[in-house]
């Protein structure tokens, strides 16, 4: 026997490791490697092992013999079935942030009622349970000291956990935050308790049985005992066993919690498809030695506490201290977990509708005083359960007595998944039903036992699975009679697609009430408190990734469903659901279906579950991508607007023409951009027309064309519209280039035929000016006929202009094509410039290499030199620099001439290549010398262009690029002259 100061110092020990454990987690002094590692989360599953399987299965082995392990099988089958059970269980908790098994029912239903009779069946069918780890706790204790008392040891115990739970389990108002310490800590229980056993398990083996081959031969010369594990199963009881615990699994308080709430990883339930059966396993696979360890000792006393006797009879305190602890931990696990979640549970279905909500800044410390007040009646209420009733009996009684009522809660979990047309009456009825037989046949009778009239409980030749299933099978019942025969609500046929396996996430079709954020703020804060409203608006926004002042009207769409769920986990889902409810609109009838508003929120959900989609689906969705990537790479503007004018599609070529990005449009109103698309998209939708050509508009100080086309998208009814966007800027400069050219040719046909009229005149007037030297001496006169001659050979000079323009650009059959040197014809007009005496001092640097030719007529390409070199120097001021300057290409020859001049205009760039047109002083130039050079690069197939300034700092100079065909070497470059 331990001494009282021995035993509380070991107790106290544990639970102060345990609380070391949370507290360091919570601290962050543990690494996060190994807090977040999913098979920390995995192990924390762990906290299914009760004291059922720690103690209460060594009794109902050596009672029922094998049918101990459907205590285990049951689990075992749960979590093979993960991936088709658990993850989609854990996406729906997740996406709608629900936290215990009333809010998923509450939330599928769309009833508060359902959600409150989930709650008040969870609590009354873990009372028991719950009573049977503080039975164990006290019993343990007692066994090894009885100077306790019971109602010492479990008062205490009591204590002890209501204090951990308070601490590591009620610290955020939200139960959905994760509890990192909660979880690590049961993590660690799990790993004790499974050490526990093992050790015992192999210490029965190697120190008391003598090894694997003296185990074997203890067996074979014991065949008794093969016999009594060998107890004919009743195959009716055993697949109820199985079935129960399969259940149990799930929608236990303490396992939900530790599946869903605190998990929020796939890959943790992926893990535990083989973790938690090789745990399992190696927990069940430790009993058998120890009954026959301990029956080669002749152990006596209660069976239920065999790994405590062993350690006792063989008078070895380690052994004993090592049972005790792997008990207490199985039982403070259970315990810690559970009361937290029924905790949540009473919150949000129970005392939150009947009480207002606190309109205080304080409103989150009043639900954690809330939630902490709960945590205290339940352990107060267990205790209670405990020693009035759960005493009396032996632990795996109570324990069957609380599987039962869970398996009550398992047509409502396979509905949720896995059928749309259950609705809240049927589940509500057939929970009514089976909970009903469930009362009046377990629950009632044990209720009414007296200790004296309890007898030795066997699973197998009790009538329990008859009523197990009896009730099972009213519940099922009911609930599909009654779905099929009455109807479901619209937001309850919506929750019922949402929560159906592999079902994406509904859209959220809502139309709002709300037009911008503060309306949000405003509607919580007359329930919340205006701090408390402020905080969840702000903590939605933040998980969006939102901005205030860049909020869209889809992006309010997205802020309710977030506050929904945040508030879901607050408050739980049918309170959260309340308490935005005046802020939704009525839903219109005629509405109802298809909306091209939530095309993109569709879009989005739809990238989200690709990886889910499997089959028929995920090639609809492969289609639903060929036509969405065709749309985005069309080389045409593309964008759809619904019915309210909101943007929901914007191509690539859409951003690239109107420079506004997908990202600020869609979701929004034309309206809302500033930018000059947005104008001209607008009024084009409000035209009647439904074709708009050439329209002009001035983007960044240059002009671009563009057509427009728009059609009404229908099917049954207007769904919306869409508009595509050409830009015509290319065609209609090519049209405009054509059309110079052609006005170039006239002009050029018409100054031919002048020059040809004006000639002849011209010349006789210069015959008789000149005879005038022959008929007079008088000086007055023959100044005059001098100057009349000097005006006739300038006409004669504007004459000879018009001719060669008139014929540029015709090629001659005589004409000769040779190599040209371009730094040659560029160094001969350099030194005909420089020859004028009255000339600005210029300075030329002529860049050009002397080995870089093309093919045409060396003297039209000198005269290409001589009229930019001149109009260069006109512009130029005394000491100015001009540049000459040339690059070839694989094709092409660049040559480029710029000045440092005064630059051209805008409006002067547009008719420069036009004959007669100068920006010189008049009779500083005949406006000649540009067309001239114009044609002449046309007739060799090159292109001309003007840039001005040539200098965008100083704002000044000019630039003129020639683009020219290079000469191919097969020719003889020596030709080149």
Same mark, same amino acid.
């Given at each position: 026997?331990?001494?009282?100061?021995?035993?509380?110092?070991?107790?106290?020990?544990?639970?102060?490791?345990?609380?070391?454990?949370?507290?360091?987690?919570?601290?962050? =002094?543990?690494?996060?490697?190994?807090?977040?590692?999913?098979?920390?989360?995995?192990?924390?599953?762990?906290?299914?092992?009760?004291?059922?399987?720690?103690?209460?299965?060594?009794?109902?082995?050596?009672?029922?013999?094998?049918?101990?392990?459907?205590?285990?099988?049951?689990?075992?089958?749960?979590?093979?079935?993960?991936?088709?059970?658990?993850?989609?269980?854990?996406?729906?908790?997740?996406?709608?942030?629900?936290?215990?098994?009333?809010?998923?029912?509450?939330?599928?239903?769309?009833?508060?009622?359902?959600?409150?009779?989930?709650?008040?069946?969870?609590?009354?069918?873990?009372?028991?349970?719950?009573?049977?780890?503080? *039975?164990?706790?006290?019993?343990?204790?007692?066994?090894?000291?009885?100077?306790?008392?019971?109602?010492?040891?479990?008062?205490?115990?009591?204590?002890?956990?209501?204090?951990?739970?308070?601490?590591?389990?009620?610290?955020?108002?939200?139960?959905?935050?994760?509890?990192?310490?909660?979880?690590?800590?049961?993590?660690?229980?799990?790993?004790? #308790?499974?050490?526990?056993?093992?050790?015992?398990?192999?210490?029965?083996?190697?120190?008391?049985?003598?090894?694997?081959?003296?185990?074997?031969?203890?067996?074979?010369?014991?065949?008794?005992?093969?016999?009594?594990?060998?107890?004919?199963?009743?195959?009716?009881?055993?697949?109820?066993?199985?079935?129960?615990?399969?259940?149990?699994?799930?929608?236990?308080?303490?396992?939900?919690?530790?599946?869903?709430?605190?998990?929020?990883?796939?890959?943790?339930?992926?893990?535990?498809?083989?973790?938690?059966?090789?745990?399992?396993?190696?927990?069940?696979?430790?009993?058998?030695?120890?009954?026959?360890?301990?029956?080669?000792?002749? =152990?006596?006393?209660?069976? /239920?506490?065999?790994?405590?006797?062993?350690?006792?009879?063989?008078?070895?305190?380690?052994?004993?201290?090592?049972?005790?602890?792997?008990?207490?931990?199985?039982?403070?696990?259970?315990? &810690?977990?559970?009361?937290?979640?029924?905790?949540?549970?009473?919150?949000?279905?129970?005392?939150?509708?009947?009480?207002?909500? %606190?309109?205080?800044?304080?409103?989150?410390?009043?639900?954690?005083?809330?939630?902490?007040?709960?945590? +205290?009646?339940?352990?107060?209420?267990?205790?209670?359960?405990?020693?009035?009733?759960?005493?009396?009996?032996?632990?795996?009684?109570?324990?069957?007595?609380?599987?039962?009522?869970?398996?009550?809660?398992?047509?409502?979990?396979?509905?949720?998944?896995?059928?749309?047309?259950?609705?809240?009456?049927?589940?509500?009825?057939?929970?009514?039903?089976?909970?009903?037989?469930?009362?009046?046949?377990?629950?009632?009778?044990?209720?009414?036992?007296?200790?004296?009239?309890?007898?030795?409980?066997?699973?197998?030749?009790?009538?329990?699975?008859?009523?197990? &299933?009896?009730?099972?099978?009213?519940?099922?019942? =009911? +609930?599909?009679?009654?779905?099929?025969?009455?109807?479901?609500?619209?937001?309850?046929?919506?929750?019922?697609?949402?929560?159906?396996?592999?079902?994406? /996430?509904?859209?959220?079709?809502?139309?709002?009430?709300?037009?911008?954020?503060?309306?949000?703020?405003?509607?919580?804060?007359?329930?919340?408190?205006?701090?408390?409203?402020?905080?969840?608006?702000?903590?939605?926004?933040?998980?969006?990734?939102?901005?205030?002042?860049?909020?869209?009207?889809?992006?309010?769409?997205?802020?309710?469903?977030?506050?929904?769920?945040?508030?879901?986990?607050?408050?739980?889902?049918?309170?959260?659901?309340?308490?935005?409810?005046?802020?939704?609109?009525?839903?219109? %009838?005629?509405?109802?279906?298809?909306?091209?508003? !939530?095309?993109?929120?569709?879009?989005?959900?739809?990238?989200?579950?690709?990886?889910?989609?499997?089959?028929?689906?995920?090639?609809?969705?492969?289609?639903?991508?060929?036509?969405?990537?065709?749309?985005?790479?069309?080389?045409?503007?593309?964008?759809?607007?619904?019915?309210?004018?909101?943007?929901?599609?914007?191509?690539?070529?859409?951003?690239?023409?109107?420079?506004?990005?997908?990202?600020?449009?869609?979701?929004?109103?034309?309206?809302? !951009?500033?930018?000059?698309?947005?104008?001209?998209?607008?009024?084009?939708?409000?035209?009647?027309?439904?074709?708009?050509?050439? /329209?002009?508009?001035?983007?960044?100080?240059?002009?671009?064309?563009?057509?427009?086309?728009?059609?009404?998208?229908?099917?049954?009814?207007?769904?919306?519209?869409?508009?595509?966007?050409?830009?015509?800027?290319?065609? #209609?400069?090519?049209?405009?280039?054509?059309?110079?050219?052609?006005?170039?040719?006239?002009?050029?046909?018409?100054?031919?035929?002048?020059?040809?009229?004006?000639?002849?005149?011209?010349?006789?007037?210069?015959?008789?000016? *000149?005879?005038?030297?022959?008929?007079?001496?008088?000086?007055?006169?023959?100044?005059?006929?001098?100057?009349?001659?000097?005006?006739?050979?300038?006409?004669?000079?504007?004459?000879?202009?018009?001719?060669?323009?008139?014929?540029?650009?015709?090629?001659?059959?005589?004409?000769?094509?040779?190599?040209?040197?371009?730094?040659?014809?560029?160094?001969?007009?350099?030194?005909?410039?420089?020859?004028?005496?009255?000339?600005?001092?210029? *300075?030329?640097? !002529?860049?050009?290499?002397?080995?870089?030719?093309?093919?045409?007529?060396? *003297? /039209? +390409?000198?005269?290409?030199?001589?009229?930019?070199?001149?109009?260069?120097?006109?512009?130029?001021?005394?000491?100015?620099?001009?540049?000459?300057?040339?690059?070839?290409?694989?094709?092409?020859?660049?040559?480029?001439?710029?000045?440092?001049?005064?630059?051209?205009?805008?409006?002067?760039?547009?008719?420069?290549?036009?004959?007669?047109?100068?920006?010189?002083?008049?009779?500083?130039?005949?406006?000649?010398?540009?067309?001239?050079?114009?044609? &002449?690069?046309?007739?060799?197939?090159?292109?001309?262009?003007?840039?001005?300034?040539?200098? !965008?700092?100083?704002?000044?100079?000019?630039?003129?690029?020639?683009?020219?065909?290079?000469?191919?070497?097969?020719?003889?470059?020596?030709?080149?002259?």
């Amino acid at each position: 026997m331990f001494s009282l100061p021995s035993l509380i110092l070991i107790g106290v020990a544990y639970l102060l490791f345990l609380f070391g454990t949370a507290y360091l987690t919570e601290r962050g =002094v543990l690494p996060k490697k190994l807090v977040r590692h999913p098979l920390t989360h995995v192990l924390s599953i762990g906290v299914y092992a009760s004291v059922w399987t720690f103690y209460g299965a060594f009794s109902l082995a050596k009672e029922s013999g094998y049918s101990f392990f459907g205590s285990y099988f049951g689990p075992v089958l749960t979590f093979l079935l993960a991936p088709a059970l658990l993850i989609p269980i854990l996406r729906i908790t997740r996406t709608y942030q629900l936290s215990s098994l009333p809010d998923l029912f509450a939330f599928r239903f769309r009833s508060g009622s359902v959600g409150t009779l989930t709650a008040l069946i969870s609590v009354f069918a873990t009372l028991p349970m719950l009573s049977i780890q503080i *039975q164990a706790v006290s019993d343990t204790l007692y066994i090894l000291n009885d100077q306790f008392s019971a109602d010492q040891i479990s008062v205490g115990f009591c204590f002890i956990i209501a204090l951990f739970s308070i601490l590591f389990g009620a610290r955020h108002a939200s139960l959905r935050t994760n509890h990192r310490g909660l979880m690590v800590a049961m993590a660690v229980e799990s790993v004790i #308790k499974l050490s526990a056993l093992l050790i015992i398990a192999g210490f029965a083996i190697f120190g008391i049985l003598g090894g694997i081959g003296e185990t074997g031969s203890f067996i074979t010369q014991h065949p008794e005992i093969v016999e009594q594990l060998k107890t004919p199963v009743n195959s009716e009881a055993w697949r109820t066993l199985i079935l129960a615990f399969f259940a149990a699994t799930i929608v236990m308080p303490h396992t939900f919690h530790m599946l869903f709430t605190e998990n929020s990883s796939d890959e943790t339930l992926y893990k535990a498809t083989w973790a938690m059966p090789l745990f399992l396993l190696l927990l069940a696979c430790s009993v058998p030695p120890i009954i026959w360890a301990s029956q080669s000792l002749n =152990v006596g006393g209660d069976p /239920q506490f065999i790994i405590l006797n062993i350690g006792l009879m063989l008078d070895s305190s380690w052994l004993t201290v090592i049972a005790f602890i792997g008990g207490l931990s199985a039982a403070s696990g259970i315990m &810690i977990v559970a009361t937290v979640a029924l905790a949540s549970m009473l919150q949000n279905h129970v005392i939150l509708p009947l009480i207002p909500k %606190p309109k205080t800044s304080r409103f989150y410390a009043r639900l954690l005083w809330l939630r902490r007040i709960l945590i +205290m009646a339940m352990i107060l209420g267990s205790y209670l359960f405990y020693r009035l009733i759960g005493n009396h009996f032996d632990l795996h009684q109570m324990g069957i007595v609380a599987i039962v009522a869970f398996l009550q809660f398992l047509p409502g979990l396979l509905v949720t998944l896995f059928w749309q047309h259950a609705n809240r009456w049927g589940l509500l009825l057939g929970l009514i039903s089976g909970m009903g037989i469930w009362l009046f046949s377990m629950l009632i009778p044990v209720l009414s036992a007296s200790p004296l009239e309890t007898l030795p409980f066997n699973i197998n030749n009790s009538n329990w699975d008859h009523i197990a &299933i009896l009730s099972l099978l009213v519940n099922t019942a =009911v +609930m599909t009679i009654v779905s099929l025969f009455t109807p479901q609500s619209s937001e309850e046929s919506q929750a019922a697609q949402a929560c159906l396996m592999n079902a994406l /996430q509904k859209t959220n079709t809502t139309n709002l009430r709300a037009s911008r954020i503060s309306d949000f703020t405003e509607m919580l804060a007359s329930r919340l408190g205006r701090k408390a409203a402020e905080r969840e608006v702000q903590q939605a926004l933040d998980s969006m990734n939102i901005h205030p002042d860049s909020i869209r009207p889809v992006d309010l769409l997205r802020l309710r469903a977030m506050l929904e769920n945040n508030l879901s986990g607050l408050l739980g889902p049918v309170e959260a659901a309340a308490l935005l409810e005046p802020i939704d609109r009525p839903a219109d %009838p005629m509405g109802v279906g298809f909306k091209a508003s !939530n095309v993109h929120l569709i879009e989005n959900q739809l990238e989200d579950y690709q990886l889910q989609l499997t089959g028929l689906a995920a090639e609809l969705d492969e289609m639903r991508r060929y036509h969405r990537l065709t749309l985005q790479k069309l080389p045409i503007g593309v964008c759809t607007l619904d019915t309210e004018g909101q943007v929901l599609f914007w191509n690539h070529e859409m951003e690239r023409l109107t420079h506004i990005l997908n990202e600020e449009v869609i979701g929004s109103a034309l309206s809302s !951009n500033s930018n000059p698309w947005s104008e001209v998209l607008e009024q084009f939708v409000d035209a009647p027309i439904d074709h708009q050509l050439g /329209q002009k508009l001035i983007i960044d100080g240059h002009t671009h064309w563009f057509s427009l086309h728009k059609s009404i998208l229908k099917e049954r009814r207007d769904i919306g519209m869409v508009i595509l966007l050409e830009n015509d800027t290319d065609t #209609k400069n090519m049209q405009d280039k054509l059309a110079h050219n052609e006005r170039l040719a006239s002009i050029g046909r018409f100054a031919a035929g002048v020059a040809h009229e004006i000639g002849n005149p011209v010349t006789g007037i210069a015959c008789l000016a *000149q005879n005038l030297k022959l008929e007079t001496d008088n000086p007055y006169i023959l100044e005059t006929g001098d100057q009349i001659v000097d005006q006739t050979k300038r006409i004669s000079r504007i004459v000879q202009s018009l001719v060669r323009f008139a014929h540029a650009g015709r090629p001659e059959a005589d004409r000769e094509q040779l190599p040209v040197s371009l730094a040659q014809c560029a160094e001969e007009a350099i030194h005909l410039l420089s020859l004028d005496s009255h000339g600005k001092h210029l *300075q030329y640097i !002529n860049q050009i290499p002397d080995n870089l030719r093309i093919v045409g007529d060396p *003297q /039209q +390409m000198h005269q290409v030199f001589v009229n930019l070199l001149q109009n260069a120097s006109d512009a130029s001021k005394n000491q100015d620099k001009i540049w000459l300057e040339a690059e070839e290409t694989t094709e092409t020859v660049i040559l480029r001439v710029t000045d440092e001049g005064s630059g051209i205009t805008d409006e002067s760039k547009e008719r420069l290549f036009e004959p007669f047109f100068t920006t010189k002083d008049p009779g500083q130039g005949t406006g000649l010398g540009l067309s001239l050079v114009y044609n &002449i690069i046309e007739e060799h197939y090159g292109s001309i262009e003007i840039l001005s300034p040539a200098n !965008n700092k100083q704002k000044k100079g000019t630039q003129v690029a020639i683009t020219l065909p290079r000469l191919r070497w097969t020719e003889d470059p020596d030709r080149a002259r």
